[in-house]
C-alpha cells in the first residue's frame, strides 16, 4: 500500500469542540458555545471562543490572538452558525487553559480580567472519526475530526451555570450529542 496525498488545501488544523444547550430537548438552543484551539492557520495559531447566551449577553468572542478569531470568522464560522460571523462583535482578550481528558471529566476554561467561562464534557460515548467533504451541507469548504460526544456538557460563566443539556442527536448513523470534543480538526478547499 502506497501513501496518498490529499491534494486539498489546509486552511486550519486543530480544534472546535462544542457544547450546545436546550431547555426544550432540543428545538431551540438557549446555549451555544464553538472553543477553537487553532494550531495552524494563515492567520497563525490561538485560541478563540464564540458564544451566544443570555449567561454572557448574547453573541461574544473572546480570543488570545484576534487575527485568528477574524480569520476564523470569515472562513469557518459564518458557515457554522451566522451570527459568529460578525465581524462586527468586539473580540475581548482572554487566556485559555484545559483541564482533563475523556474517559474522564474534560473542561476548557476561558478567562478574562473579570470573568471564568467554563465549558465541561463528561458521560462520553464511544467517540468517532468522520469527513464532511467540500459541498457537504452546502458549504464550500471541508472538515475531518474526530468527535468524542458528551452525554453531559454545561456552560457556567463565573461560577453560575447556563440553563439547559445538550440533546442526543444521530450523525451519519452514529449516535452523537450537541457537547462534543471535537479534536484532531482539519479543515480544507476542494
Not at 9 to 15: A, D, T, V
Not at 117 to 138: H, Q, V, Y
Amino acid at each position: 500500500m502506497q501513501i496518498k496525498i490529499d491534494p486539498r488545501e489546509l486552511i486550519m488544523i486543530g480544534e472546535n469542540s462544542f457544547v450546545r444547550l436546550s431547555k426544550d430537548n432540543g428545538q431551540t438552543a438557549s446555549t451555544r458555545c464553538s472553543h477553537w484551539r487553532v494550531l495552524w492557520s494563515p492567520a497563525g495559531a490561538g485560541h478563540a471562543l464564540f458564544a451566544d447566551s443570555g449567561l454572557v449577553g448574547g453573541v461574544r468572542i473572546y480570543a488570545d490572538n484576534v487575527e485568528v478569531a477574524r480569520f476564523l470568522q470569515k472562513e469557518i464560522e459564518h458557515l457554522l452558525y451566522k451570527p459568529f460571523g460578525d465581524l462586527a462583535v468586539p473580540v475581548i482578550a482572554a487566556t485559555f487553559a484545559r483541564e482533563g481528558n475523556p474517559p474522564g471529566v474534560c473542561s476548557e476554561i476561558v478567562r478574562t480580567d473579570k470573568e471564568e467561562i467554563r465549558l465541561t464534557w463528561s458521560d462520553f460515548i464511544k467517540p468517532f472519526n468522520f469527513e464532511a467533504p467540500p459541498g457537504f451541507d452546502g458549504r464550500p469548504i471541508g472538515c475531518q475530526t474526530t468527535f468524542f460526544p458528551g452525554n453531559v456538557g454545561s456552560v457556567s460563566l463565573n461560577g453560575r451555570n447556563a440553563e439547559g443539556t445538550p440533546w442526543r442527536m444521530d450523525r451519519a448513523g452514529q449516535p452523537c450529542t450537541t457537547a462534543c470534543l471535537a479534536w484532531c480538526e482539519t479543515w480544507f478547499r476542494a
